[in-house]
């Protein structure tokens, strides 16, 4: 069988516009577009780039300091969640000397106004090649 131009121009418009099958409509007024090749990484471990560096990581749970809660955040390495809120519990109940303290092998310190108000970083702990933030 044999078909004509329009009809070849109109099934190429419906396959592009309608899918090719296998994915869900999206909703009215919102497009998702998923380009991936076949020795690509699947859609989900796709990582998107509206993550900024600021709000990546690992989030563990809240904190409370002063009325106030925050983020505890992973930003680098791989420690222990709960090791990351006792970590932050103790620097916020610690002594400090200009706004630094080391708690547990941590070495944590408040971050600027300026540097607060650009990353949402509350704080800072490193040890090692880890590092851990609360974050507004």
Known sequence: MRFGAPAVLAAALCLSACGSGG??????????????????????????STISKATSGKVCGDLQMKGNTYKAVIVKGHPKCPDVIKTFDAFFAAPKKHGKATVSGWTCGYESAATQKKTKNVAICTKKSEEIAAKK
Do not use: E, Y
């Open 23 to 48: 994915g869900s409509a999206s909703p009215a007024g919102s497009a998702s577009v998923v380009t991936t090749s076949p020795a690509g990484p699947s859609p989900s471990s796709v990582k998107t």
